[in-house]
């Protein structure tokens, strides 16, 4: 069977063609549109304009993926559509798109979930996930430990965070460094020039009896502009280099020691890592010594599978249709605060 994968829960219009296999889930071919730069000089994504942007770019969008995948238009055996989490009006725009081709070429549509789309991007690159796995997912507005037992339908919840996520924390201190929007990539690309070991900023959620699988970023964000502020009160030029390697150290540092405790409690050998932050250089390097060093099997996508995509969409219809579950009805809707536990939508 061949899938159709629609995302629109952000900034990015994604549309992904894929085989399902004997095993496994083949990529066929994507197309990917993105509205980020029209966010730029607003520090973060407006949804309006997010909204605007998919609807422009949608149909090119699908044609796209039809092309490069060589598969002709319209030859699929079912869509899945980003149902949610995400913002209200963008994910309108998808659902229905994918409604109208559904409906259209008379094939079934499963709305589902985009987190659990960020974890079975690993599935299109490195093949089907053990039936017991420890996701760290990391995006810009989700941070969580799953764990996974089957992408197409059994994630429960293990730790989150109890304030801002990783992304969110890369792009709130990129913004108070005037380094604009989106942070991640910026902060990762000057920080492979800087000393991590520069300024000692605070881990969040580890002392003590704090030390459990949740995460807090906003104490660190501040900790970030508070030695700001004081640099340019003292009159000193801002080390960008080291501010960033420091405060990047301080969140793969969290990330990596709480998925490898939770993995070795829970005795789960295999980690996944997936979203938006897991293309970063620094985080995937230090999560690949740590999980060495425990024994565990690291799997973490390709940079290009990490950011949002419709691949990943597609992926998860390849996996609720292989567990031949039974379509959304006719009154799907964009859900903009989908639980992870919810992988298809009703
Ligand atoms: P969610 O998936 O939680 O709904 P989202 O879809 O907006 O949120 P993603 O597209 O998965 O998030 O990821 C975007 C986030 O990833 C942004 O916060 C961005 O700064 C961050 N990011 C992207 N590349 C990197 C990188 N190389 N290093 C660190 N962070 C990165
Ligand atoms: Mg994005
Ligand atoms: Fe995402």
């Known amino acids: ?16 063609l894929v085989r399902l296999t004997e095993d496994g889930v083949e990529l066929l071919g994507q ?87 960020h974890v079975a991007a690993d599935t299109l690159e490195h093949g ?28 429960t919840e293990v730790g989150t965070t109890i304030d801002d996520a990783a992304g969110e924390a890369y792009d709130k201190v990129a913004r108070l460094l005037g380094l604009g929007y989106p942070g991640g990539p910026v902060i990762d690309k000057l920080a492979a020039t800087g ?15 704090d030390n459990g699988y949740n995460f807090s970023f906003s104490g660190l964000k501040t900790a970030v502009a508070r030695w700001v502020e004081q640099a340019e009160r003292d009159g000193r030029e801002l080390p ?33 890592i997936a979203g938006g932050v897991a293309a970063n250089g620094r985080l995937r390097a230090l999560a690949a010594e740590r999980c060495e060093a425990a024994g565990l099997t690291l799997r973490i996508p390709r940079p290009g599978l990490c950011t949002d995509n419709g691949a990943m969409i597609a992926a998860v219809g390849a996996h609720v249709v292989r567990a031949g579950a039974f379509p959304s009805s006719g009154t799907l809707s964009g859900n903009p605060g989908m639980l992870v536990s919810q992988v298809l939508a009703g």
């Open 240 to 272: 960008i280099n080291d501010i960033c390697a420091s405060f990047q150290e301080a969140v793969v540092d969290v990330l990596t020691a709480k998925m490898v405790r939770a993995a070795t409690d829970l005795k789960l050998s295999t980690v996944v």
């Open 31 to 117: 197309e990917l549109a993105s509205s980020q730069d029209e966010h730029a000089r607003f520090g973060g994504v407006v949804p309006e304009i997010a909204s605007r942007a998919h609807l422009e770019a949608m149909t090119a969008t699908v044609h796209g993926a039809f092309t490069k995948a060589g598969v002709p238009f319209g030859a699929v055996d079912a869509i899945a559509v980003t149902s949610g989490p995400g913002l209200a009006g963008a994910l309108l725009v998808g659902v229905a798109a994918a409604k109208a081709y559904a409906a259209a070429w008379g094939v079934p549509l499963f709305g589902v979930n985009h987190l659990a789309g």
């Open 1 to 16: 069977a061949v899938i159709l994968g629609l995302e629109s829960s952000c900034d990015e219009t994604g549309a992904g």
């Open 195 to 209: 000393d991590p070991k520069a300024i000692a900023f605070p881990r969040g959620l580890t002392g003590g009896r």
């Open 128 to 155: 089907p996930l053990p039936s017991d796995t420890l996701a760290l997912l990391v995006s810009g507005g989700h941070t969580q430990l799953l764990h996974v037992q089957s992408l197409a339908g059994q994630i």
